[in-house]
C-alpha cells in the first residue's frame, strides 16, 4: 500500500458508520440494526430548555448540522418559528410524512391537525411519564407524607401475599 492512498472501508465498518434499519436473515437469526432518530423535516421535536420548554414543535428546515428551523402550530401552547440548536430539542419518534422543506406556517398547521401530532403525543408513555414527574416535584410536604403511607400500605400487602404463598407452599 502507498502512503497517502485512499481505501475504502470494509463493508462491516461502512455498515457500523451508517446503519439503516434493515433486517437480515440468516438461519433461524433475525439481524436488526439499529434504528434511532433521524434528523429529518417533518420530525416533532420537544423542547428541553429555554422560554418554550416542554412545548411541540416540527422540523421545517435543516439549517446545518447543529441547528433547525421548527414551527409549532399548537393552540395549547404554540412555538412562533425560529432556529434552534439541536442541542436544546428531543427528537420524538412522530414524524409528520411528506412535509415539504421549508413549508408555511398554514401548511405545517394543516398537517400537524390532519397527522393528531398533539393527541398522538398525549397518548405516549414518554408524555404520561413528564406528566407523571411534573405533579409529583409539584407535592408539598404533607402530600409527600400521604404518598410515603400509601407505599407502605401497599408494600405490606405485598408482602402478607407472599407470606401466605410461602407458608401454602411449606404444608
Partial sequence: MVVGEFTPAPEHQH?????TAQTDEMGDADITTSAWRLVEVGRVVL???GQYEG??????????H?????DGPTEKAPV????????KLSLTPIVIPKLPRASGVGHVAKKWEEH???QKFDDSAWAKKRAALTKRRAL???ERFKVM???????????????KIRASAKA
Avoid: M
Avoid at 15 to 19: G, K, S, V
Avoid at 55 to 64: F, H, Q, Y
Fill in 116 to 118: 393528531k401530532v398533539q
Fill in 47 to 49: 423542547f428541553n430548555e
Fill in 149 to 163: 403511607k400509601l407505599r407502605k400500605q401497599a408494600r405490606h400487602e405485598v408482602q402478607k401475599t407472599f407470606a
Fill in 140 to 142: 408539598n410536604d404533607f
Fill in 66 to 70: 447543529k441547528r433547525v428551523l421548527v
Fill in 55 to 64: 412545548r411541540l414543535a416540527v422540523i421545517v428546515e435543516i439549517i446545518d
Fill in 80 to 87: 412562533p418559528r425560529q432556529e434552534v440548536a439541536l442541542a
Fill in 15 to 19: 455498515r457500523l458508520l451508517f446503519p
